[in-house]
């Protein structure tokens, strides 16, 4: 499929500013500046779907290739009022990340009312698109002409966050100011969208059991702010997981006390430990002993000889001072056998 539909006359004297992918990964939307004129377009790469990617490496970066005459990627400039220019430059392109809604958000810099500094484009990957000229008005001020730097659509709700150079502002049914961040610039913002659970993995170096536990997302729906000079700041608003803490018990692995050559086990108490660990190691074998501590990250925070052991019990102390708070996973191997268990500090 060969689609043409934007020249190559259309981005002379432009330079790349933003880059987006639709939810369903369809399109690329691209905002293009003219610096010298202050003035900017919107365009669209839509037909990914249309390449095989089974080919080889070479073949397909030719079918997306913008020069070959056998590409099967198109671009689409998207006209406002006729026109394929914007009066002013975009600063920023927001996708709506609710599942089934086709629109973006743009902002635009620049003091300048000959265009507004917020625009939604409905209908965005369509060929009835529409966009609309947006004007922060909140209490009978309008806020048209200030450079606006960035965009969210919020995860849950839609709610539209703004950031510009007199604060940050958010869309409801209505325009509101956020008196936290008051003529504080914010040029950057993000909500962690994505909720993961926790996740452990068994892996095996030889007989040597390797186990690792991740704590689920921390936060969840919170919104971050970057700003010009004062730092971040964490908006909890959408926030609904509250105790997610990695030394709530929800968090935690059931990681085997027993791994799984079956000879050897591990206990410990108190757990969660505040000073110091006391381990019991049954070994089935006789042999020299080493006891390892990993925090989450896979790094070995205590790496200690035990020396020979019988078989039967052994008692053994670990001290926890210095150790930053959270999970942590014990490994005590004999003789190529090994066992493991889990040590919350608090």
């Not at 935690?252 to 757990?271: E, F, H, K």
Request: include cysteine; charged fraction near 20%; proline fraction near 3%.
């Amino acid at each position: 499929m060969i689609v043409t539909r934007s020249s190559s006359a259309d981005f002379a004297n432009l330079y790349l500013r933003n880059a987006v992918i639709s939810n369903d990964g369809r399109f690329v939307y691209c905002s293009a500046v003219d610096q010298r004129a202050g003035r900017s377009m919107l365009f669209r790469i839509g037909g990914f779907e249309n390449i095989d990617f089974t080919k080889r490496n070479d073949l397909i970066s030719s079918d997306m290739d913008y020069t070959n005459g056998d590409r099967v990627l198109y671009i689409d400039t998207l006209k406002v009022n006729g026109s394929k220019w914007f009066n002013r430059a975009i600063s920023s392109i927001a996708v709506d990340p609710r599942e089934g809604h086709d629109r973006l958000v743009l902002t635009f810099e620049g003091y300048t009312e000959e265009y507004d500094n917020i625009a939604i484009v409905n209908n965005a990957s369509q060929t009835n698109y529409s966009i609309q000229g947006l004007t922060i008005n909140v209490d009978n001020n309008s806020y048209k002409n200030i450079p606006s730097y960035c965009a969210i659509v919020e995860d849950s709700t839609g709610n539209i966050y703004v950031g510009t150079a007199e604060g940050l502002f958010y869309k409801t049914t209505g325009w509101h100011a956020d008196s936290r961040l008051a003529n504080i610039p914010v040029t950057a913002m993000c909500q962690q969208t994505k909720s993961y659970p926790i996740r452990r993995n068994l892996t095996h170096t030889g007989i040597t059991a390797n186990n690792y536990a991740f704590a689920r997302t921390k936060w969840p729906r919170a919104i971050y702010f970057g700003t010009y000079g004062r730092g971040i700041f964490m908006d909890m608003t959408y926030v609904t997981d509250l105790s997610n803490d990695i030394v709530e018990a929800s968090d935690l692995v059931d990681i085997p006390t027993v791994a799984s050559t079956g000879t050897c086990s591990l206990s410990l108490y108190p757990n969660p430990v505040t000073d110091v660990a006391h381990l019991t190691l049954s070994a089935e074998t006789a042999g020299n002993a080493q006891l390892r501590v990993y925090d989450l990250n896979g790094r070995m925070v205590m790496n200690r000889n035990l020396g020979h052991v019988a078989e039967g019990e052994h008692s053994f102390s670990v001290s926890t001072d210095g150790m930053p708070k959270g999970m942590y996973l014990i490994n005590v191997s004999v003789s190529g056998h090994t066992a493991a268990a889990k040590m919350i500090v608090r």
